[in-house]
C-alpha cells in the first residue's frame, strides 16, 4: 500500500533535505548575533530539535521507497526511538540554562515545542507499533504518513523561532552582580591604578 504514496514521499525526503540545507544556513545566522548563555543555548535546543525532526522525515521518506509497508512501520518505530533520544538529551540543556524557569523569556513556548516534540514522537512510536500489527489498514497506514507533516510543521515553527531571537531578547546581564554596583570599581581597576603610581 506504500506504493501508492510513492510521490509524496519523494517529495517529502526532497523537502526535508533543502530545509535541512537551509536550517543550517540559518543556525549560521543567528549565531552571529551573539547573545547570553541561555539564547545560546535556547538556540542549539531549538535547531537540534528542528534537525531531528527534518532527519527523521527525510530517513523515512528516502527508506520507505526501498521496501514495502512492514518497512515502513520499522523505520517509524526506530526514528520515533531516535527522536525520544535527541530529545532526551536537548531538554536537559535547556532546563540547566534556565530556558524552562519560572520568568523566563519565552517559557510558555519553550514548553509548548518541547511537549510537541514529545508527542510526535510518541504518536509515531505508537502508530508504527499499529501497523506492525495491522499491516494491512490502510487507515493505520496514513496516520504515520500525517505524523510526518507534524513533523514538518514543528520542524519548521522551530526554524522560525530562531530567526526571532534577538539580543533584546536576553535579559540576564552577563556582568556579576557585584561588578555592576555603583561606585565597584572591580580588581582590574585597582590593579589599574597601582600601576599608574
Same mark, same amino acid.
Given at each position: 500500500?506504500?506504493?501508492?504514496?510513492?510521490?509524496?514521499?519523494?517529495?517529502?525526503?526532497?523537502?526535508?533535505?533543502?530545509?535541512?540545507?537551509? =536550517?543550517?544556513? +540559518?543556525?549560521?545566522?543567528?549565531?552571529?548575533?551573539?547573545?547570553?548563555? $541561555?539564547?545560546?543555548?535556547?538556540?542549539? &535546543? =531549538?535547531?537540534?530539535? +528542528?534537525?531531528?525532526?527534518?532527519?527523521?522525515?527525510?530517513?523515512?521518506? !528516502?527508506? +520507505?521507497?526501498?521496501?514495502?509497508?512492514? /518497512?515502513? $512501520? !520499522?523505520? /517509524? *518505530?526506530?526514528?520515533? +526511538?531516535?527522536?525520544?533520544?535527541?530529545?532526551?538529551?536537548?531538554?536537559?540543556?535547556?532546563?540547566?540554562?534556565?530556558?524552562?524557569?519560572?520568568?523566563?523569556?519565552?517559557?510558555?513556548?519553550?514548553?509548548?515545542?518541547?511537549? &510537541?516534540? *514529545?508527542? =510526535?514522537?510518541?504518536?509515531?512510536?505508537?502508530?508504527? !507499533?499499529?501497523? =506492525?500489527?495491522?499491516?494491512?489498514? %490502510?487507515?493505520?497506514?496514513?496516520?504515520?504518513?500525517?505524523?510526518?507533516?507534524?513533523?514538518?510543521?514543528?520542524?519548521?515553527?522551530?526554524?522560525?523561532? !530562531?530567526?526571532?531571537?534577538?539580543?533584546?531578547?536576553?535579559? *540576564?546581564?552577563?556582568?556579576? %552582580?557585584?561588578?555592576?554596583?555603583?561606585?565597584?570599581?572591580?580588581?582590574?581597576?585597582?590593579?589599574?591604578?597601582?600601576?599608574?603610581?
Amino acid at each position: 500500500m506504500i506504493a501508492g504514496y510513492r510521490d509524496f514521499l519523494i517529495t517529502s525526503g526532497g523537502a526535508s533535505a533543502a530545509f535541512i540545507g537551509l =536550517l543550517f544556513v +540559518s543556525l549560521s545566522v543567528a549565531a552571529g548575533r551573539g547573545g547570553d548563555h $541561555a539564547t545560546r543555548e535556547r538556540r542549539i &535546543v =531549538l535547531g537540534g530539535s +528542528s534537525s531531528l525532526a527534518l532527519f527523521d522525515i527525510f530517513i523515512v521518506s !528516502i527508506a +520507505s521507497l526501498l521496501g514495502g509497508d512492514v /518497512n515502513f $512501520a !520499522i523505520l /517509524n *518505530v526506530l526514528m520515533a +526511538s531516535l527522536g525520544f533520544w535527541g530529545v532526551s538529551n536537548l531538554l536537559p540543556r535547556s532546563i540547566r540554562a534556565g530556558n524552562l524557569r519560572p520568568g523566563a523569556p519565552h517559557r510558555m513556548l519553550n514548553y509548548v515545542f518541547a511537549t &510537541v516534540s *514529545v508527542g =510526535l514522537y510518541v504518536i509515531q512510536f505508537l502508530l508504527g !507499533i499499529a501497523l =506492525l500489527v495491522d499491516p494491512q489498514s %490502510e487507515t493505520i497506514l496514513r496516520a504515520p504518513l500525517g505524523t510526518l507533516v507534524g513533523l514538518y510543521a514543528s520542524a519548521l515553527a522551530r526554524a522560525w523561532e !530562531i530567526t526571532w531571537i534577538r539580543p533584546p531578547d536576553v535579559e *540576564v546581564s552577563m556582568v556579576p %552582580e557585584e561588578h555592576a554596583k555603583p561606585g565597584h570599581r572591580g580588581r582590574n581597576s585597582v590593579d589599574d591604578a597601582s600601576g599608574q603610581v
